[in-house]
């Protein structure tokens, strides 16, 4: 079989990671040396994952590689199993080249810290237990990769010791993550318990039809702890701190990879171990929770006056449009969660890099003392307007393309039950994206236009390591949303099949024929057939998008005198000014602007404030609720 040639290059992806994390230990304080070798790992493991994408993505082959040659005896599986399908690679690919870009910008990134030496064998750590976890076949093996992961974040998240808040950071994130992570331990007893196996593929083919309380409990357990993973709300609270206090690379990956482990655990817990996504009932908790997500963490982001705490909560927000999706249990809303989950590590990972920009040339990411960098970064406000425009669903970038389809899939629902629900979700999407795109107008005045502080009269762009990964990324930005069909032919296609036809997988892993033999299968599993419908004309908006900015660019040179450049001083006649006012100085800060906006509103972001408070023990409370209210509404709904 063809792919007998690749059947080692998934746990190869993933022993590089923790073969480098060793390595990179024994070089010390070895810089150069700890910087090759870490490149190294990060580009073999992407290497490897790439070259698989023609027999998985293309011709559809499912890679199954026994640890041990410990294949499955007389039908039941004992061995510890690497099963790669389509929605695994896609994953994967996430996971590679997220690690990668954000590996190479630490390089230079971290030269700030006294105490870098131990960064990278924790970076890498983190990465190869997220590759475990969407490439393993085990469901206990997911767990304890979950756990590695979950400790390489911890520590990452309190490794700038200079912060006073990192170590709170890091112990908020610690202590609620144990919810998270005691759920899927004790989903993963409960089911071994019933099942007897640990192997995704046998507990898949054994449990339906064959629910009973001790399974409906699981399930509750599994889905519970994968959402904390995901920082679903309520768990939303400590990604906030979290990000504030970790370095800017390493939010790369807790937002584009980690909360995405979280969101793998729910594709497989729902629709692939317990199949419960044929309910109404499953894909209305889903919906509501993803819709939940997405709107309260985007109104307190309007309410963030530091650059990467806002950034935290917008990425639970996004994070709550492809739980959203996922929750239509429809072909095209599945794909369009995909294509988010795609743009999201994207356009997420290239804003949290600005924001390390802005911290490594100003020291700051506090939006109240930032202001007029683009000036003096001009490369980097260029690309957080990709990373802002991306992020908002402006055309022709990414972001707007998966909306787009999330937006089709919600309105096709609506119509298909006849359900004024899913229309307010629908309503609910698209006010999100414009608050989305109010939250970064605000970012962009306070930290790169306006006025330029005198303290940062000297500061300079980032070095060229740091900008190429930037660069990298704000390019697959514009190309992910230019050519949405080729994502859904190579990508989306693939891993969508994949999320609905579980039989296939069953098949790879315990051979031909056994999952027709021991389980049913429901009527919504089956093929799907996509398209990018809509008036969605990538090449059109590029002309209009190119037209626009001729026109601007036009309009700037027409307006310009023979004179030479205006010289700002101190001047009150050239200040910018908020009202107009000459007595007050009124640069316009994160706190001015849309604040009527804000003050109609200041009853319930006041109760939001309040309810976030900080106390561990407030979190941990959420969680425990979250946690009764999700294990109550499966008994009464299952």
């Not at 390390?356 to 202001?371: F, R």
Request: charged share 10%; proline share 3%.
């Amino acid at each position: 079989m063809t792919y007998e040639i690749f059947k080692h290059f998934p746990v190869l992806a993933i022993m590089c990671y923790f073969l480098g994390a060793f390595i990179v230990t024994l070089a010390g304080k070895r810089r150069v040396l700890r910087n090759v070798v870490a490149g190294a790992v990060m580009l073999i493991s992407l290497s490897l994952l790439l070259s698989l994408v023609v027999p998985v993505m293309v011709n559809g082959e499912i890679i199954t590689y026994w640890m041990g040659n410990w294949e499955p005896v007389e039908g039941y599986a004992i061995g510890i199993a690497i099963e790669v399908d389509a929605l695994s690679l896609f994953f994967g690919l996430l996971v590679a080249i997220a690690v990668a870009l954000a590996g190479f910008y630490s390089f230079r990134y971290i030269t700030q810290d006294d105490a870098n030496g131990p960064f990278f064998t924790l970076f890498l750590m983190l990465s190869g237990g997220v590759m475990g976890i969407v490439l393993s076949g085990d469901l206990f093996n997911i767990y304890v990769m979950l756990e590695v992961m979950t400790f390489a974040a911890v520590g990452l998240t309190a490794f700038r010791t200079w912060n006073p808040n990192a170590r709170e950071a890091a112990f908020k994130y610690l202590v609620v993550g144990s919810i998270g992570s005691t759920c899927v331990l004790l989903g993963t007893a409960l089911v071994y318990g019933q099942c007897h196996t640990l192997n995704l593929a046998q507990i898949s083919a054994m449990l339906p039809g064959n629910m009973n309380p001790t399974m409906i409990f699981a399930f509750a357990m599994l889905f519970t702890g994968f959402g904390c993973k995901s920082f679903m709300f309520p768990f939303h609270p400590i990604a906030a701190d979290a990000h504030g206090a970790a370095p800017s690379s390493v939010s790369v990956l807790i937002s584009g990879v980690f909360t995405k482990t979280g969101v793998y655990g729910i594709i497989r817990v729902s629709y692939f171990l317990f199949r419960t996504m044929g309910l109404s009932s499953m894909q209305t908790m889903l919906v509501f929770i993803g819709c939940l997500s997405m709107f309260v963490c985007v109104t307190m982001a309007l309410n963030q006056h530091d650059f990467k705490r806002l950034l935290a909560f917008h990425s639970i927000s996004q994070i709550g449009y492809i739980l959203t999706a996922l929750g239509l249990c429809s072909a095209i809303g599945i794909a369009g969660g995909l294509y988010h989950a795609i743009n999201h590590t994207l356009f997420k990972g290239l804003l949290f890099l600005t924001a390390g920009a802005v911290l490594y040339a100003t020291g700051t990411t506090y939006l109240d003392k930032l202001g007029g960098l683009a000036r003096k970064m001009p490369q980097t406000a260029a690309l957080f307007l990709v990373g802002a425009f991306s992020i908002s669903g402006i055309p022709p970038f990414n972001g707007f393309a998966s909306k787009w389809m999330i937006y089709q899939a919600t309105f096709e629902k609506a119509a298909e039950t006849g359900s004024i629900g899913y229309a307010l979700v629908t309503v609910v999407c698209v006010v999100t994206s414009v608050l989305t795109l109010a939250s970064f107008i605000k970012v962009g005045q306070s930290v790169f236009f306006g006025q330029l502080r005198p303290e940062y009269e000297n500061v300079k762009e980032t070095p060229l390591s740091m900008r190429i990964p930037m660069w990298i990324m704000a390019a697959l930005c514009f190309l992910t949303g230019l050519f949405p069909d080729l994502m859904i032919k190579y990508l989306l296609g693939p891993a969508t099949a994949a999320v609905l036809n579980t039989a296939r997988y069953i098949d790879a892993a315990m051979g031909a024929g056994y999952a027709e033999a021991t389980a049913y299968f429901d009527s919504y599993l089956a093929e799907p057939v996509l398209t990018f419908a809509g008036t969605w004309d990538p090449v059109s908006w590029l002309v209009l998008f190119v037209i626009i900015m001729c026109a601007v660019t036009l309009v700037s040179l027409a307006g310009k005198s023979g004179r030479g450049a205006v010289t700002l001083t101190d001047d009150a006649k050239h200040a910018t000014f908020f009202g107009g006012e000459e007595a007050q100085y009124s640069h316009v800060a994160s706190g001015d602007l849309f604040w009527g906006f804000k003050h109609n509103l200041r009853g319930y972001l006041g109760f939001m404030s309040r309810a976030h408070s900080g106390v561990t023990n407030d979190y941990v409370v959420w969680g425990v609720c979250a946690m009764a209210v999700i294990t109550a509404y499966c008994f009464i709904f299952m």
